[in-house]
């Protein structure tokens, strides 16, 4: 990640230079102003999720204390034991495998990474090649890198903060691109492990799962543009408050108190805002300075002049930062989106593109790094480009289906 934020700052320097060269006096100027302006830009975005961060924060709190992740989990796995047939050998990684995904899907992310590592470590105890990752921990990953979340917070938390008229517009969309993500990296994962999908357990539960999103999906897309846009809203608006109904639900059952539980989990929100402040400086400011020296837009450029050629829309091509650093780095890619909203508009097609295709993946070489050199795996086999097919089916799916919605 260093070489990359390292280049991004240099290209921008020598994008000015060649600016100067040709005559442009106000290059080297609009240059340092714009690294000063994406520092300010940085803090006060931090600043500004402080109150929702602080309300998700409290209410995930209540999603783990009244162990609702414990409940889902279970109901994974018997589905996991399909998917990672090493499971039903190493019972004692079942455990952290399926609360760690359980996690994934309700937004837990605090509670998602340390359960990803434990369960990283209990299926390295059933390795026999401890440098070489296993089939199920490649599987794991792949799961881990395309997951579906059924609560995409943050997507919507930076929407609600840069002024969107309705944050959870774009929470069908998302939920429709991150599903076909999963369901590609199953399927390259599958494929190459030899593991038959044409189970009825597999296939029941991809089926009301396709069902389900292709109904209402198709019933948006099959609505006027004015019904459709109402349509979206509610059906986003709607799932997140069966969501929360579910958390408040679950503590009253476990009989958590729920206000004492919610005002500790919110005081983490404070914390977590001014945590990711320095990881946006530096990501705002490299893409800023890419933006001033004008190298970003000429590589959009020569995008967009492509895309012209071959007779597609090119307005796509405005979101394309988000795709490209997504792989990457989760704050480059954040900080990608902040920028896209900024410079086009959060409620623009490039904005709401931007948005779903945060939401559709996760960090492919962040989340193989971290998990794989947790347990000392060198070898990562085909987990790489596994993970890669994911993250490619998923935002090339986040812009087909950005253009159903809204183009």
């Known amino acids: 990640m260093h070489r990359l934020f390292s280049l991004f700052f240099l290209a921008g320097v020598a994008g000015a230079c060649i600016q ?15 690294l000063w302006a994406a520092a300010d830009l940085a803090v006060d975005v931090s600043l500004g999720l402080i109150g929702v961060l ?11 204390e009244s162990r609702l992740a414990d409940r889902l989990s279970a109901w994974l796995t018997p589905l996991l034991g399909r998917l990672m047939p090493e499971l039903q050998q190493n019972r004692a990684a079942t455990a952290p495998v399926t609360m760690n995904l359980a996690a994934n899907m309700l937004g837990l992310d605090n509670a998602a990474t340390p359960l990803g590592l434990k369960a990283m470590e209990s299926l390295q105890t059933s390795n026999p090649t401890p440098r070489v990752a296993s089939n199920s921990q490649i599987m ?10 059924l609560v995409p917070v943050t997507v919507l938390l930076f929407r609600a903060q840069q002024g969107a008229q309705d944050p959870a517009a774009v929470y069908l969309p998302l939920l429709m691109a991150t599903t076909i993500s999963t369901f590609a990296g199953v399927w390259v994962t599958s494929r190459v492990q030899k593991i038959s999908l044409l189970q009825p357990l597999i296939l029941l539960v991809a089926g009301l ?21 109402t349509l979206s809203s509610l059906l986003g608006n ?24 919610f005002v500790e989990g919110a005081k983490e929100g404070f914390t977590t805002a001014v945590r990711i402040i320095p990881y946006l400086v530096a990501m705002l400011a490299a893409i800023a300075m890419l933006r001033a020296g004008g190298v970003l837009e000429l590589i959009l450029g020569s995008m967009r002049w492509l895309a012209a050629a071959l007779g597609m829309d090119t307005r796509f091509v405005e979101a394309l930062p988000v795709a490209m650093m997504k792989p990457l780095s989760g704050s480059g890619a954040r900080a990608a989106m902040i920028d896209v909203m900024q410079t086009q508009g959060v409620d623009s097609l490039a904005g709401r593109m931007a948005a779903v295709m945060q939401g559709s ?47």
Do not use: H, K, Q
């Open 20 to 34: 100067l060269i040709m005559g442009d006096m106000g290059a080297p100027g609009r240059l340092v102003n714009a």
């Open 54 to 64: 602080a309300l998700w924060s409290g209410l995930f709190r209540l999603a783990e």
């Open 140 to 149: 794991f990953l792949v799961l881990n890198t395309s997951s579906v979340t």
């Open 209 to 229: 799962w396709l069902t389900l999103l292709g109904g209402l999906g198709l019933v948006v897309w099959l609505s006027p543009p004015d019904l459709a846009n």
């Open 238 to 261: 709607g799932i997140l408050l069966l969501v929360l109904a579910a958390f408040f639900i679950a503590a009253w059952r476990s009989r958590v108190d729920s206000y004492d539980v």
């Open 361 to 407: 993946t996760e960090t492919t070489f962040y989340v193989l790094a971290v998990y794989f050199g947790s347990v000392g795996i060198r070898d990562f086999r085909y987990a790489l480009w596994c993970g890669l097919a994911a993250d490619a089916a998923g935002l090339i799916s986040a812009i087909l289906i950005s253009y159903l919605f809204w183009g």
